[in-house]
């Protein structure tokens, strides 16, 4: 089915299997930060291992997502004038890198202070390569997709972020099962799996360096319909988008709740580490099933009502799978993990990347989704930190979880009722209507 782009044609299968594997290198190097932030940091980068240590480290977590606007900003405008691919190598190669490097960083019983500084450094670099990589291949493959079937194939994009987590969580179990009283779980055995980023990274630089630009963009740029500064252009066309999707973007806080803040709650609660790991794991795995599904069914029935369904169920279902982890029926904790987050939030998950996507014409896409997104995003990325300190991790902060979730989930559904259904609208004139009226 694929063919080259400068026939004229466009190519969704290859650019939907770059962007999965793109994502799958991203998010397995996001997450295994966030597992070592939640169960190693605390313990290396910061003076003691109490509440405080706990606090700062997730906080480190989250220092991504403020680099992530900035490079939003950047890699957005450059993605929108010089193509989206040449944007997804930068992304992919700083990511690689960065991750690499926080394996190799000396901690703080050897340097001090210096220690978390350099790791927030090296966040930092993560945060802004992320920017621009699901923002880059959202449009991709959006671009490159079938009218009637935009919703899939951009959902595969966020199915490598599941296959990312999966692929992290499973590399990071071994070191999970290193008892702390063994100095090698904290010296060496938590920097193995930053060094084997480099392994995935490789692979998909040879993946993705042979997919073209989507033809609409290669029109664009053919006929001189290229913003000389999308940012102005986005401001003025698309600025109630961009709120929009800034506000849409909070449900992402779903995501690292569960899979970053619950990692700590867990262990609070009694659970071993590996447990909270596999919750984790097996969540992901059935929400690789079902988030296409929710996507076909987005092109279907439209995006909103899909959209709208993730963010209240995962309001819904949160309090009981956080209620659970205290217990002592963990095939009951494990069921609600699927249905909190593959039955429920893979469904606004899957959904998103088509749905703001669609929002925007193709001369500023690259800059809305980045800029909205990752806006929106850092609430995402603080939400563990400051969950935390409000209790969150402590005896009973299911409580405190759960509301911080129903906030977020509110904000969500109120923004997205206000969004344009886009299943029917050509891609070619998406964004159109807004500039003309």
């Known amino acids: 089915m694929p063919v080259d782009a400068e026939t004229g044609h466009k190519t969704p299968v290859k650019a939907a299997v770059a962007s999965f594997m793109g994502s799958a290198v991203e998010y397995y190097d996001f997450f295994i930060f966030g597992t070592a932030a ?8 910061f003076p003691d291992g109490d509440n405080a240590a706990l606090v700062m480290s997730l906080a480190t977590f989250g220092f991504a997502y403020i680099a992530r606007p900035i490079g939003a900003v950047i890699l957005g405008h450059l993605g929108d004038r010089l193509g989206r691919q040449r944007i997804l190598m930068f992304t992919l190669v700083l990511m690689g ?41 959202s449009s991709m493959t959006l671009e490159h997709a079938p009218d009637d079937r935009r919703s899939f194939f951009t959902s595969w994009t966020l199915s ?10 499973l590399i990071f179990l071994p070191v999970t099962l290193i008892p702390d009283e063994d100095p090698f779980k904290y010296e060496w055995a938590w920097r193995i799996p930053f060094w084997l980023s480099a392994v995935v990274v490789v692979v998909t630089f040879y993946i993705r360096r042979t997919l073209q630009e989507p033809p609409a963009f290669e029109e664009a740029k053919a006929h001189g ?16 988008d961009v709120l929009r999707v800034i506000l849409c973007a909070f449900i ?7 899979g970053n803040l619950a990692l700590a709650y867990g262990k609070e609660v009694g659970l071993a580490e590996s447990l909270t790991l596999w919750l984790v794991v097996v969540a992901n795995v059935f929400a690789l099933g079902t988030q296409p599904l929710f996507a076909t069914l987005a092109d279907r029935i439209g995006r909103k009502p899909v959209f709208i369904y993730g963010a209240i169920s995962s ?21 609600l993990a699927v249905l909190t987050f593959s039955c429920g939030y893979a469904a606004a998950n899957a959904v998103w990347p088509s749905f703001y996507g669609e929002m925007f014409s193709a001369r500023v896409r690259f800059s809305g989704l980045a800029i909205g997104t990752q806006i929106g995003f850092l609430l995402a990325g603080f939400a563990p930190s400051i969950v935390a300190g409000l209790g969150g991790v402590q005896q009973g ?25 886009t299943k029917d609208v050509p891609t070619a004139t998406l964004g159109i209507k807004v500039i003309a009226g």
């Not at 890198?97 to 790791?119: E, R, Y």
């Not at 309090?319 to 982890?325: R, T």
């Not at 759960?402 to 904000?411: K, N």
């Open 252 to 258: 992402a806080a779903v995501s690292t709740v569960f």
């Open 315 to 335: 309001a819904v279902f949160m309090p009981f799978y956080m209620l659970s982890m205290s217990g002592d029926n963990m095939v009951l904790t494990f069921a």
């Open 397 to 421: 902060g299911w409580v405190v979880i759960s509301i911080f979730t129903g906030v977020v989930c509110l904000i969500v559904t109120l923004a997205a009722l206000t969004a344009r259904e």
């Open 38 to 45: 939640a169960l190693i940091f605390p313990h290396i980068f």
């Open 97 to 137: 890198i960065s991750t690499f490097v926080i394996g190799c960083l000396p901690t703080f019983a050897q340097i001090g202070w210096f220690a978390p500084i350099l790791l927030v450094l090296c966040r930092l670099m993560q945060g802004l390569s992320a920017a621009g990589e699901q923002a880059g291949a």
């Open 225 to 240: 319909d290229i913003a000389k500064i999308p940012l102005f252009d986005l401001m003025r066309y698309h600025w109630r």
């Open 160 to 169: 490598g972020t599941q296959g990312g987590q999966i692929l992290a969580a």
